[in-house]
């Protein structure tokens, strides 16, 4: 079957025998090769950006163990994805509200499990998340760092990976490190790049295009800008208060960048995405894991 032939039959809606549009959900896996960059962050504070944009927003936890995004957010959920898994709740009881409307998708120990499910338990697993589709315009995927990492699968099966990386030549070579396995082993070409922690934005672009020459030279990727955010000390100082950053201090530098990167991921979001809609994000998770 050709590509758009598979497409059709995974937007297929079985239930109701309708053929659904490609939905408009946009998954993200924000994602680095170095660690403390800033993933959980950029999830939580783009997350809550998004929210007061008024796009519904969901993000997921899948850093197994370093993730926090729930402390993060001061919020305590009591059940996650291994009680989905176990049957013991549906998705919907096991989601949170966290600020500014955005819902998280606690997943902990269940992360690892996905990967060793039965084929009943992925199809269950599988429809029940298609029940959440109404209510995402995106997911944000808070993944753990590096190239080993068991959750690799999840910037396979998102629409857009989001490569964070800071301005430490480190970080930059990891980052490198990652985009490379990806392209050679997993035959992904595009990726978003996020910098993070710079003092201004030339100094964002000075190392966009630091990576873009080797990447040109050395693989065959494409790599987009999609923004930058300053280093500010209200970002610690929210982390310490629980809160998102643009909640508590929606006057500072880093709430700017933020929110202008909310803009600018909103207004491309509604692209038909070949990768399909989030039941296909689903059964693709479960091919590559
Ligand atoms: N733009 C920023 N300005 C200042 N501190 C930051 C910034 N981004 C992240 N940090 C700090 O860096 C540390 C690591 O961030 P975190 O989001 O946990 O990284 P990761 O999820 O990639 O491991 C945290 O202490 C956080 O407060
Ligand atoms: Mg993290």
């Given amino acids: 079957m050709d590509q758009a032939g598979t497409l059709r039959k995974m937007t297929r809606r079985d239930d109701r025998g309708k053929v659904a549009a490609v939905s408009g959900v946009k998954v993200i896996a924000v994602t680095s090769g170095k660690g403390g960059v800033g993933k959980t962050n950029v999830v939580a504070n783009l997350g809550y950006a998004l929210a007061t944009l008024g796009k519904k927003v969901m993000v997921l936890?899948?850093?197994?163990?370093?993730?926090?995004?729930?402390?993060?957010?001061?919020?305590?959920?009591?059940?996650?994805?291994?009680?989905?898994?176990?049957?013991?709740?549906?998705?919907?009881?096991?989601?949170?509200?966290?600020?500014?409307?955005?819902?998280i998708l606690p997943a902990s120990s269940g992360i690892q499990e996905v990967t060793h499910l039965s084929n009943g338990e992925k199809r269950n697993l599988i429809?029940?998340?298609?029940?959440?589709?109404?209510?995402?315009?995106?997911?944000?995927?808070?993944?753990?760092?590096?190239?080993?990492?068991?959750?690799?699968?999840?910037?396979?099966?998102?629409?857009?990976i989001l490569v964070v990386t800071s301005p430490e030549p480190t970080a930059?070579?990891?980052?490198?490190a990652l985009m490379k396995?990806?392209?050679?082993?997993?035959?992904?070409?595009?990726?978003?790049?996020?910098?993070?922690?710079?003092?201004?934005?030339?100094?964002?672009?000075?190392?966009?295009?630091?990576?873009?020459?080797?990447?040109?030279?050395?693989?065959?990727?494409?790599?987009d800008y999609v923004g930058h955010i300053v280093q500010d000390p209200v970002v610690t100082r929210a982390v310490r208060e629980q809160t998102a950053i643009s909640q508590r201090y929606p006057g500072s530098p880093a709430s700017t960048c933020f929110r202008r990167l909310a803009r600018a991921l909103s207004t491309r979001h509604g692209e038909v995405h070949p990768k399909g809609n989030i039941q296909f994000f689903w059964k693709r998770i479960f091919q590559v894991a």
């Fill in 181 to 223: 396995v990806m392209s050679t082993r997993y035959s992904e070409n595009r990726f978003q790049l996020l910098i993070n922690g710079v003092r201004c934005e030339s100094e964002a672009k000075d190392v966009y295009k630091k990576l873009c020459t080797v990447a040109d030279r050395f693989l065959n990727i494409a790599i």
């Fill in 61 to 103: 936890d899948a850093d197994l163990g370093l993730g926090n995004l729930d402390i993060l957010l001061g919020l305590t959920p009591k059940y996650n994805l291994t009680d989905v898994i176990h049957h013991r709740k549906k998705v919907r009881e096991i989601i949170v509200e966290g600020p500014g409307g955005m819902k």
């Fill in 172 to 176: 930059i070579t990891d980052a490198y």
């Fill in 127 to 160: 429809a029940q998340m298609d029940t959440l589709e109404e209510e995402m315009d995106f997911l944000l995927i808070d993944t753990a760092a590096g190239i080993s990492s068991n959750v690799m699968f999840f910037n396979v099966a998102a629409h857009d």
